[in-house]
């Protein structure tokens, strides 16, 4: 598929451009409380949206760093939309922790409804790039075609309990208090937790094998679009956290092998 050969490409350059700027130091400023941006951000965003526009004109962007910029107009004339995320895991970045990348995912879209942020895509997901620069990770996807990693196919894991898996989630700076008492519930039931930071990287990990369960409140589409294809194609499930299909402007999201969805979704319905 040409427009995902395209996304990789895409993804490799802001990756190589997060590198280098990186190494010249950068200043930090604050979005809100606990929402850091740098320079690095918005100039890994430049360089994917020109890239974009150079290759697929006619195609609409939803970009973390241009939010608000978005026309409506530009939705509804779109067939494909672009959701990209120009640096996920910018606060890890910002203290020099390499778990950070860049998230590229395309939609294919059906029918608009307006909505009071956004407008709501109906559609599906075609291609999803996730790249991690300082690991040289790229995961990639493509609707039925299957999941991969630098070039090999990768499929979540065979754990059938959450007590065997090892589970991840994330604390966004809005939603921490939200999550505690989930944090709570899954402590007692996972072999481990962790908390990485980057939600893409998350979503990426779960489709190689390396987590089990994943969830998350607060998110944005750009968080979880092109890691939501990816686990699907590595053969996981991904829905809300009460189990509903998933809506990526809906802010909240389980994802897991497949094995153990069902029993996290009970251990959460009990909170």
């Known amino acids: 598929m040409k427009i995902l050969e395209d996304a990789k490409i895409i993804a490799r350059k802001a990756g190589e451009l997060i590198v280098r700027e990186s190494e010249k130091g950068f200043k930090i400023e604050k979005k809100g409380k606990n929402n850091l941006v740098t320079r690095v951000d918005k100039a890994s965003e430049k360089l994917i949206i020109k890239e974009i526009n150079k290759l697929y004109p006619k195609h609409a962007i939803i970009a973390e760093e241009s939010e608000k910029t978005h026309s409506k ?11 990209i995320d120009p640096l ?7 203290h020099g922790l390499p778990i950070y990348c860049v998230s590229i995912a395309i939609f294919k879209r059906a029918t608009t409804q307006s909505t009071k942020n956004y407008d709501y895509l109906a559609g599906e997901l075609i291609a999803g790039v996730v ?5 040289d990770e790229l995961f990639y996807a493509s609707t039925k075609k299957g999941a991969y990693l630098n070039g090999k196919k990768i499929k979540v894991s065979n754990v059938k309990k959450t007590a065997e898996g090892l589970s991840v989630t994330g604390f966004t700076a809005t939603q921490r208090e939200r999550n505690l008492p989930y944090f709570q519930a899954m402590l007692k039931k996972s072999q481990a937790i962790r908390r990485l930071g980057a939600a893409a990287l ?26 939501a294809l990816i686990i699907e194609e590595a053969g ?4 809300d956290t009460n189990g509903n299909q998933l809506d990526l402007f809906g802010a909240d999201i389980l994802a897991t092998n497949g094995k153990i969805h069902n029993e996290i979704i009970r251990t959460f319905e009990k909170i």
């Open 73 to 83: 107009k530009t939705f509804k004339e779109a067939k494909y939309i672009w959701i």
């Open 88 to 94: 996920d895991g910018t606060t890890n970045f910002a």
């Open 236 to 239: 996981g499930t991904v829905t």
């Open 131 to 135: 790249y991690a620069p300082r690991t």
């Open 202 to 227: 998350d979503l990426c990990y779960i489709a190689a094998g390396r987590f089990d369960g994943y969830w998350e409140f607060g998110l944005k589409p750009w968080d979880i679009a092109a890691g």
